[in-house]
């Protein structure tokens, strides 16, 4: 394991924004390296309970002992059925912190950074599914060109699915440093292209509008959710939910002209300071939205 699996961003607010109850129930969907929950856990009293969703379960070897904590080895987008499944039907809080976990791109075996050499996976759960070697070696270029087109939101993207699609009737494109070499030296263009390849084999986009519809039904009448966002694909889907109460972000308004909306709005985008920043880089495009039930 990584000395360091994951260092969570915005901390505090996120946990302040919560309005923690001691006998609450929470759920952290993202448990990842575990800093959100451990920061959770400290404010919940006996009574208290928390549940935190992995589909890795590499971050199981994260667990904190303490029977309060309840580990969830699932996609979040299977939220509602896994709170069903423990007899949960309402909660006073949940945790959503999207970013990717350091673990993942400093893991070379895990294939999400083009800084390493190592298999084209991409796989959060590396148990099954499809991996980004397989969308590349088999998507048509049109479809190619659209997964860059929409979750890298590249320009270029018809140039680069064309470029890929030559290469890879030579070889195979199974490596890291394969894809990198096809795409260029360009670091915003590989960030990007990597970006759109793990949204894709992890539908990342579609989880998170699952799990956003089962939270505003789970959520208690005064409870709150907390979601960190990092790039404008995700972030776009979460403030017009966390407006409208709905995935489309279309608002009804009542006859007085204002909004009609499960949810009222606490934070609307709070970012990483620079002194957060400059001790955790990765935290410069962390975003803070925090919504309370009415």
Same mark, same amino acid.
């Given at each position: 394991? +990584?000395?360091?699996?994951?260092?969570?961003?915005?901390?505090?607010?996120?946990?302040?924004?919560?309005?923690?109850?001691?006998?609450?129930?929470?759920?952290?969907?993202?448990?990842?390296?575990?800093?959100?929950?451990? *920061?959770?856990?400290?404010?919940?009293?006996?009574?208290?309970?928390?549940?935190?969703?992995?589909?890795?379960?590499?971050?199981?070897?994260?667990?904190?002992?303490?029977?309060?904590?309840?580990?969830?080895?699932?996609?979040?987008?299977?939220?509602?059925?896994?709170?069903?499944?423990?007899?949960?039907?309402?909660? +006073?809080?949940?945790? *959503? +912190?999207?970013?990717?976990?350091?673990?993942?791109?400093?893991? *070379?075996?895990?294939?999400?950074?083009?800084?390493?050499?190592?298999?084209?996976?991409?796989?959060?759960?590396?148990?099954?599914?499809?991996?980004?070697?397989?969308?590349?070696?088999?998507?048509?270029?049109?479809?190619?060109?659209?997964?860059? =087109?929409? =979750?890298?939101?590249?320009?270029?993207?018809?140039?680069?699915?064309?470029?890929?699609?030559?290469?890879?009737?030579?070889?195979?494109?199974?490596?890291?440093?394969?894809?990198?070499?096809?795409?260029?030296?360009?670091?915003?263009?590989?960030?990007?292209?990597?970006?759109?390849?793990?949204?894709?084999?992890?539908?990342?986009?579609?989880?998170?509008?699952?799990?956003?519809?089962?939270?505003?039904?789970?959520?208690?009448?005064?409870?709150?959710?907390?979601?960190?966002?990092?790039?404008?694909?995700? +972030?776009?889907?979460?403030?017009?939910?966390?407006?409208?109460?709905?995935?489309?972000?279309?608002?009804?308004?009542?006859? =007085?002209?204002?909004?009609?909306?499960?949810?009222?709005?606490?934070?609307?985008?709070?970012?990483?300071?620079?002194?957060?920043?400059?001790?955790?880089?990765?935290?410069?495009? *962390?975003?803070?939205?925090?919504?309370?039930?009415?």
């Amino acid at each position: 394991m +990584d000395a360091v699996y994951h260092i969570p961003a915005l901390l505090d607010p996120t946990i302040d924004g919560l309005n923690i109850r001691p006998d609450g129930t929470y759920v952290d969907v993202t448990f990842g390296g575990g800093g959100h929950s451990r *920061a959770l856990l400290a404010r919940l009293g006996a009574n208290g309970r928390l549940y935190s969703f992995d589909r890795d379960m590499d971050a199981y070897a994260n667990a904190p002992s303490d029977s309060r904590w309840h580990f969830v080895h699932s996609d979040f987008r299977y939220l509602r059925n896994f709170m069903d499944y423990y007899g949960v039907r309402a909660v +006073d809080g949940i945790l *959503a +912190d999207l970013g990717v976990s350091f673990h993942h791109f400093d893991s *070379a075996g895990r294939g999400f950074s083009f800084r390493f050499d190592g298999p084209l996976d991409m796989r959060m759960n590396a148990t099954g599914g499809r991996t980004a070697a397989d969308i590349v070696n088999t998507a048509t270029e049109e479809d190619l060109a659209r997964v860059l =087109y929409i =979750y890298g939101e590249l320009k270029n993207s018809r140039q680069l699915a064309r470029r890929i699609v030559a290469a890879r009737a030579k070889e195979p494109v199974t490596r890291t440093s394969q894809l990198a070499d096809i795409v260029g030296t360009d670091k915003k263009v590989l960030t990007l292209v990597f970006q759109a390849l793990r949204i894709e084999v992890n539908d990342e986009l579609g989880a998170l509008r699952e799990m956003l519809l089962s939270a505003a039904e789970l959520l208690k009448s005064g409870g709150r959710i907390a979601v960190l966002t990092y790039h404008s694909l995700e +972030d776009r889907i979460v403030k017009n939910f966390l407006r409208s109460g709905n995935i489309d972000g279309k608002t009804e308004k009542d006859f =007085y002209g204002n909004i009609l909306t499960p949810f009222t709005l606490i934070e609307k985008g709070l970012c990483a300071s620079e002194e957060e920043v400059a001790a955790n880089p990765r935290a410069r495009s *962390a975003k803070l939205r925090i919504a309370e039930k009415k």
